[in-house]
């Protein structure tokens, strides 16, 4: 998906809003990025479903990640990389969590 957007090209209606209005807000639910191909509508956007080249981890909204159309397949599936390097470094200094159910009966 993200490689076919990847090919299409702004519209004249693009166009229009990039060069025609200073004072215009373009709100899009459009996640393919057309309006970075021209000049100044890229600031007058609001993206409200986000974008197909950023990644954004599900756990901390923090990490976001810049992808190529190439990387998506593989990266849209793939855990976040700063959590695992995380998660590594918790592991290598043995900072584990234990987690303990007691001794409780079940059933009786
Ligand atoms: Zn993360």
Known sequence: MFARASKARPTEFHRLLDSA?????HF????????????SLPHKT?????????????NRNIHTFQITPEEFE???R?????CD???????????????SFGNANIGT
């Open 74 to 76: 593989t990266k849209v």
């Open 78 to 82: 793939s855990r976040c990389p700063r």
């Open 21 to 25: 209005f200073d004072r215009v807000f």
């Open 28 to 39: 899009t639910q459009n996640v393919d990025c057309l309006e970075d191909k021209l000049s």
């Open 46 to 58: 609001l993206r409200l479903h986000g974008r197909l080249d950023t990644l954004v981890c599900q």
């Open 85 to 99: 390097k995380a998660d590594k470094i918790r592991v290598a200094a043995h900072d584990t969590i234990l987690v």
